[in-house]
């Protein structure tokens, strides 16, 4: 029987905390301001000192321990110090473009910044950059500067391709090491693979989106006339874009869809959500169920809106704020959502007052709290958008069994076995640790999780689906872990696959509600994973585009039960 085993004389209990991303627990964001997730994530604080002076996109990370690495206005690198990084300064892109950060796969040491102005007049086009930490006495230095993108026809877009939109974003890729870059240029949605060779600077896969960006008038063809975020969900699997007119400022829409972190390509709903107000700013809650989004004109009342991200139901709670010109949305390293926004101050048309609030319990809506932020920041400081999260893998080598000694767990640790893993070590308060074993996880004499930190274990192999289960997270009950020592219910027959073997389209329906679904291949990648919404016992899932083989599906029930099956393609 596969088994987890608690071989201690005491109770263990795991509390409730948050997967810690330190990373990405620095803000640096504007003019001369940014936000602090430590030593407290769950009590953020304003930080000075910044060398930025701009007032639309920015990017930021740390290390994992949660010191500053260097942030970007897209512009200019400036390094931990707030001097300008080595060779960090000629950047392409303008106050009006989008910048963001993503990993280098493989190398520790090295980011990609990429920057994309297709939303102004001056058009620069989109470009990456990529800076390697070790240089300049570990200060970093940008090693390539200004490297061109390309469209699906390899056409390089530069300063003349006039690409009119800033939607960038990115997130991880299903095998658990790569990552994608998503971007809008005119009316498709280009999905860039970031490898431990690179990016590749021509799109692997593009799809058609909803609203075409491209805008002609009489000033010239450089417009957008459709302007807006874009984001994907925690999980890879939803991505949310929004579509404000300029021609006609009531006739705004937030786009949902689909996107698949296994070869880039993005599918849309056929119907959009439709706003009368202005949407300034978009965000998944951190279980993939909701999308939030704030929406508000210049004389006007301002709202905050949601939306479960496969439905076009919007609920709604005004903020206590008018007048709003523009701002951000940003999801943090606690979970909960955080709002900037510039208010135009009365009796003026250009002076700016900015606005900060949290958006709680956003997993949650029943117990959505909207409340006012008071940071303290210098008096100098501007800006309306936050920087958006960098996403980082959580991949762990796949060893037979391993064994980890008596020591001490700080941060992030996950790790796999195909056989059994054995732990004596002290998960201490802020620690987040996820064991994967296909048989066994035996925590002996010595292992302790103390209060304050996260501890799950899972018979599961070496999947690399560490980022799923901290998005699910939230949901999991507090409980003691003697009671793994139990008969396990995960074996209950409660789910049936059909048609079984399968070639298009395969039903799960379950006996009660499913928390989530997960189908895996036989070398360990997720092929497929989902957190479902309350009360759903049955779901289709295509597989048509599967490989002949055997897989394995995992079906999480709303009580905590967990059994697998296997699933035949053919």
């Known amino acids: 029987m596969k088994n987890v085993y608690m071989l201690l004389a005491f109770l263990l209990i795991i509390t409730k905390s948050f997967a810690q991303d330190f990373q990405n627990a620095n803000w640096i964001a504007g003019k001369n301001w940014g936000m602090s997730f430590l030593p407290n994530p769950n009590n953020p604080v304003g930080i000075s000192g910044s060398a930025m002076d701009r007032q639309g996109s920015s990017a930021s990370v740390s290390d994992a321990e949660g010191n500053l690495l260097f942030y970007t206005d897209g512009q200019t690198v400036y390094n931990k110090e707030n001097e300008i990084m080595y060779n960090g300064n000629g950047i392409l892109a303008s106050t009006g473009g989008s910048v963001i950060i993503v990993p280098r796969p493989q190398y520790p040491n090295n980011y990609f910044i ?109 417009s957008n006339t459709y302007n807006g975020p874009i984001k994907i969900s925690a999980n890879g699997q939803r991505i949310a874009s929004v579509y404000n007119s300029n021609d006609t400022p ?7 869809g689909y996107f698949n972190a296994s070869n880039g390509y993005v599918s849309f709903d056929n119907d959009q959500i439709s706003l009368a107000a202005r949407i300034f700013g978009v965000e998944f809650s951190s279980n993939n169920e909701y999308v939030y989004f704030t929406g508000g004109n210049l004389a006007g009342s301002s709202s905050v809106y949601w939306t479960t991200s496969t439905s076009g139901i919007i609920n709604s709670t005004a903020l206590p704020q008018t007048n709003i010109t523009k701002g951000s949305l940003q999801r943090a390293i606690n979970n909960d959502i955080y709002i900037s926004i510039n208010v135009i101050i009365p009796g003026t048309i250009t002076l700016y007052s900015p606005q900060f609030y949290v958006i709680k319990n956003s997993n949650n809506p029943s117990d959505l709290v909207v409340q006012v932020m008071n ?184 009580s905590g039960k967990m059994q697998t099956k296997k699933l035949v393609k053919n």
């Open 250 to 256: 009531t006739q705004n829409y937030l786009a949902l």
């Open 375 to 558: 940071l303290l920041l210098p008096s100098s400081h501007t800006g309306r958008q936050f920087p958006q999260l960098v996403p980082f893998q959580y991949s762990s080598p796949c060893v037979t069994n391993l064994t980890i000694p008596i020591g001490n767990t700080y941060v992030a640790d996950y790790r796999q076995a195909t056989n059994s893993i054995t732990s004596q070590t002290v998960v201490n308060d802020g620690a987040n640790v996820i064991y994967h074993a296909g048989n066994a996880i035996v925590l002996t004499s010595g292992f302790r999780a103390v209060s304050g930190s996260r501890f799950h274990g899972y018979i599961e192999g070496c999947s690399n689906n560490f980022a799923a289960r901290m998005g699910n997270f939230d949901q999991e009950d507090e409980r003691e872990a003697s009671s793994l020592t139990e008969p396990s219910k995960e074996e209950t027959n409660f789910f049936n696959i059909a048609p079984n073997p399968a070639n298009s389209i395969v039903s799960i329906t379950t006996t009660e509600a499913m928390r989530s679904v997960i189908i895996t291949s036989q070398d360990g990648k997720t092929l497929y994973s989902r957190a479902m919404p309350d009360k759903i016992t049955s779901i289709d899932i295509p597989v048509g585009t599967y490989a002949n083989g055997i897989y394995t599906v995992t079906v999480t029930t709303a």
């Open 114 to 222: 990429i920057t994309y102005d297709g939303g102004s007049p001056y058009q620069n086009g989109m470009y990456y950059n990529e800076v390697n930490m070790t240089q300049d006495g570990n200060l970093g230095a940008v090693v390539v500067k200004n490297y061109v993108m390309r469209d699906h026809n390899s056409v390089n877009m530069n300063g003349g391709y006039f690409c009119t939109s800033n939607k960038l974003t990115a997130t991880k890729h299903s095998n658990g090491v790569d990552y994608w870059i998503v971007a809008q240029v005119k009316d498709k949605i280009y999905s860039y693979l970031v490898s431990s060779t690179g990016i590749n600077n021509t799109p692997v896969a593009y799809s058609t989106a909803p609203f075409n960006t491209w805008h002609s008038n009489t000033f010239g063809d450089y």
